[in-house]
């Protein structure tokens, strides 16, 4: 048979643009073709950069339903290829067999549009869909997408070989394991349906890595994602944070390949030109004396590569030998996974097994040795107040750690999602095209909606101009003015792209200017660095409002350094009598400052004086403890 796997296109709010090498349909189709069939790979994220606001006309009843949510922002995005794309390459394929990728719940809506696009473009094919979706919520999906006929749940390269020749002959696939579908259709014998109408089996066993067939990377062209490839060295996490769904889709058993076979995989890339990796292990550090054998070995064979962990890593069994290694073997770019810096929240997220110290520790090791890490917070987990986020900011930046936020969303499938249930926070029937990252549809007890929201912008914010916070909570200078503050931020800004000129940004803005119109502060963003570019939406005349994200960061700014709290109006053009053309001028107006975002700062400043205190102390025994050895040495 002819099969077709196809990784759909992505709409929502916001998107991490970048294409990712799809390594598990290259692990599929390499399982497809060991049982005899023929395989083409379709990424329609890779296919096409038509990425575009989408058009009111456009609009789904669920793209309604999550701008009706949103506390702030007004527009929908969408990237890959449309449909017109999707359907010539579905019938120029020709496919027996359409395999769709559903990795996210949040996007569902564009993997059941490509279930039916494949349906009209190739009648008589089978449609399945895998992927952490349909693993997690199987009955929802055969409910509402009825041109589907088979899930694939988990793993599916045990799964598949079986799955395509048992369909491939006609016969029964009831109890194969590995696989849902509905009663009474050709796939059963069932002389009466069954209770709930669906034949679902999952797994009882777990594929050992190293006995599945190499990825078929000969159907991927990596210069479609900037010859970055990604590597797959281990499956599974013993670990079960709270907010995690990796245990559905890959078992909580720690499965790992050969540290030998892994660089045997690298050294073949390398010999073909590719010298740059993305390691996205459930959980690589995992086991430390393999980490130690694999960075060995790389660098026995002086292969000379780029590497980096985008799933992050922990740092419960680093050492310095090992960030050493880790360095020395091409590690370059890596973030170290705490999600907060209390320790009660950590217990409560069961990952009591980190902390801010060993965070800290692990940090210093990297970075010392030119690794490019941050860390990574949370923000809105369930029963998590405005104070608790500010400490978990002031924590990290007066200890000069790195950091980036991710705003809370219940995964369906993890345990805070049924925790979310408990406290009434959403219910079973909650549509989720709602848990999309950036929709903030899921209040805490403590927040609301649009507090959630603001406070994800204000971690965000001060990640993204650390020196310019530590310098403005300080206060040596006192309590700046709105203009003066306007102008630290941009002088901070215009030093920080002069030293880092190829840095990434943490938030989609660069102020470069600001000036008083009509006794109004005005501030000058670049246009290279706000939201829309930053998604590659370069036309964007008739919805300047999609740069809302980019307003409220060089607002919030403005609001801690001033101890008020301002809105930042984007204009349609600069005002006639300016110097300064082109660009994004905002307008800052001063507001009525909301009592969560007074709780904010005082939490705020009040534990980074006290945090910032400590650290310096520390930092200077440190350095007189190094003096004194080195001396004696």
Partial sequence: MKILLLKPPIRGFAHEIGRHYPIGLAYLAAAIRSAGHTVTIYDALAASDENRIV?????????????????????????????????????????????ISCMFSPFYETAYEAAELAKRAAPNALVLMGGQHPTVAPHRVLQQCPTVDVLVLGEGEQTLPILLNKLERGENIAGLE????????????????TPNGIHLTRRGTWAELDKIAPPANDLIDASNYGNVVTLITSRGCPFSCSFCTVHAVVGKRFRSRSSVDVVDEIERYVAAGIRSFAIEDDNFTFSVPRVVEICEEIIRRDLKVWLSLPNGMTVVKLNERVADLMARAGFRALFLGLESTDDQRLREIDKRFTSLGKVREGYRWLTERGVDVAASLIVGLPGQGIGEIARDVARLLATEIRFWSNPFYPIPGSPDFQTCIDQRLITESTDYVLFDQYNFATPTSTLTQEELYFAWVLTQTISHWPEFFRAILCRDAGVPDLLQAAAMLVDNTIANRAQNPDAKLECPAEPCASYLHEETVHVVVREESCFAFANRIFDYSQNIELNRYTADVVAMALSVACRKWFEARILPRPPQDTPIVGQIHLQIREQAMPSVFCEFIDQLESCFMATRSEYLRVSAEGAQETVATEQCT
């Fill in 55 to 99: 058009q009111e006309e456009e609009y789904t009843e669920r793209d309604r339903l999550k701008l009706k949510s949103h506390p702030r922002w007004s527009h929908l995005l969408t990237w890959g290829s449309g449909r017109a794309d999707m359907e010539r390459e579905i019938v120029a394929r020709a496919p027996d067999v359409v395999g």
């Fill in 178 to 193: 590995g696989v849902a579908f509905r009663c009474g259709r050709a796939f059963c014998r069932c002389a009466v349906r």
